[in-house]
């Protein structure tokens, strides 16, 4: 019995498409800019379900774009990390900005998203794309910052 080997193989594409040009894309200077360039982007849902952002950096620290990682439940969402890293790449962004919002508004990070905040800084010191932030937004308005309250 003789078994044929493939050569075969899938062709993989890596392409990232911008229709902005790079000094018209908003700069983030401070927590603040960030917080508002995610909640006009954020979906309907945020008031509903617990959903998990990143925004994509240039050296100049202008948004990329804005991906959404995860999408879970009322009471939490599960972020791999390799999905956050693979959007960073294929948009090949310098830094990263992280955020999710809590839907029953309140604005102190659980140990679990202590724990994932540092997991990813790790992740991005090894790949040198930084993460310069975490917020956790409300629905009802307002926002935590990790960097603004010295936990990044």
């Not at 508002?36 to 379900?49: C, D, K, T, V, Y």
């Not at 925004?55 to 390799?82: C, E, F, W």
């Not at 997991?119 to 960097?147: K, Y």
Request: overall charge negative.
């Amino acid at each position: 019995m003789c078994y044929k080997i493939p050569y075969e193989v899938t062709e993989i594409k890596l392409i990232y498409e911008t229709k902005i040009r790079a000094k018209d894309r908003p700069q983030v200077t401070s927590s603040q800019d960030a917080y508002e360039i995610l909640l006009a982007n954020w979906s309907e849902q945020i008031g509903f379900i617990e959903e998990f952002y990143i925004l994509l950096l240039d050296r100049s620290n202008r948004v990329m774009g804005h991906y959404r990682v995860s999408q879970g439940s009322m009471a939490g969402t599960i972020v791999d990390p390799k999905v956050v890293f693979a959007a960073a790449l294929k948009t090949r962004s310098s830094a990263l900005i992280l955020a999710h919002n809590h839907p029953s508004g309140t604005l102190r990070p659980s140990p679990a998203d202590k724990a994932l905040t540092q997991t990813l800084q790790q992740a991005g010191e090894l790949l040198d794309m930084p993460i310069l932030d975490h917020l956790i937004l409300s629905p009802e308005g307002g926002f935590f910052s990790f960097v603004d309250e010295g936990l990044l």
